[in-house]
């Protein structure tokens, strides 16, 4: 500072600028996911630059979906949120989260936000006893109905037979739109005893592999037949009546198939 007949005196002043705080998503797209239950998320990757040093994550309403993880690495500063969901939600589930940053005192800090939208896997649950699963039952003779109930993201069904389908039918149960019934009395003809093998399978085309089933099998004994070799001594009356105490002429059955007791 000059002045008259004085010396010079300088005073030095340091300002130090500290950066504001900087988030950015590697991939957009990842921000916004709907996946379906079950299945990896594709990884959604931050990056913090500036005056963020690190963060915080805020899932809305405490809902983490189960499966998924948080993994910051500080070296690079990148926050990865990676995994696989297991929700097992029976219905459609949005999961939204916020990631703010941490670091130095510089105001406003930055937060960006995402959703993953998760579909739900597909379920079928037997209704009826576990026994009529598997059943043995006599040629033209009623099934115990087989009752089952679809859920989550199953929203229709195929019933696959091997060899065929004995002659039962597919009915709904009462006024739900979501159980269905194997119901009705067994018409194949067959002559020896017989495994049917069916399988249940839901459907959607959305979410086609979380297909789910039950299998279970239908042994048939066929309609008994009793077949008489000796016609001639069927009937021993009338003129080939016998005495008390004589010996009756054989009469001997063959059974041509069912399972004779």
Same mark, same amino acid.
């Given at each position: 500072t000059p002045g008259l007949r004085c010396d010079i005196a300088t005073k030095t002043y340091v300002l130090q600028i500290l950066p504001k705080h900087q988030i950015s998503?590697?991939?957009?797209?990842?921000l916004y996911q709907t996946i379906c239950d079950g299945n990896a998320i594709d990884n959604v990757v931050f990056n913090l630059k500036g005056g963020a040093t690190d963060y915080l994550i805020n899932w809305v309403n405490n809902e983490v979906p189960s499966g998924l993880g948080v993994i910051f690495n500080n070296v690079s500063k990148t926050i990865t949120i990676s995994g696989t969901l297991d929700t097992q939600n029976v219905?459609? !589930?949005?999961?939204?989260?916020?990631?703010?940053?941490?670091?130095n005192n510089c105001n406003p800090t930055k937060t960006l936000s995402g959703t993953i939208?998760? &579909?739900?896997?597909?379920?079928? $649950?037997?209704?009826?006893?576990?026994?009529? &699963?598997?059943q043995q039952v006599c040629y033209n003779s009623n099934i115990d109905q087989i009752e089952?109930? &679809? =859920?989550? %993201?199953?929203?229709?069904?195929?019933?696959d037979w091997a060899p065929s389908n004995?002659?039962?039918?597919i009915? $709904?149960?009462?006024? =739900?739109? !979501?159980?269905f019934a194997i119901s009705g009395t067994l018409n194949s003809n067959i002559v020896t005893q017989t495994v049917y093998t069916y399988t249940i399978s839901t459907t959607n085309p959305i979410c086609p592999d979380s297909t !789910? =089933?039950?299998? %279970?099998?239908?042994?048939?004994?066929?309609?008994?037949?009793?077949?008489?070799?000796?016609?001639? =001594? $069927?009937? $021993?009356?009338g003129a080939e009546a016998l005495c008390d105490g004589e010996r009756i002429e054989d009469i001997r059955f063959s059974f041509s198939a069912g399972e004779p007791d």
């Open positions: 998503v590697t991939d957009t797209n990842t219905d459609t !589930k949005t999961f939204e989260y916020l990631i703010t940053t941490v670091g939208n998760v &579909l739900p896997e597909h379920y079928i $649950q037997l209704d009826s006893a576990q026994n009529t &699963l598997n089952f109930t &679809l =859920s989550g %993201g199953a929203t229709g069904f195929t019933v004995p002659g039962l039918n009915v $709904q149960v009462g006024n =739900s739109t !979501k159980t !789910k =089933s039950l299998t %279970g099998t239908l042994t048939i004994y066929p309609e008994l037949n009793i077949v008489v070799e000796t016609p001639i =001594s $069927q009937d $021993q009356i």
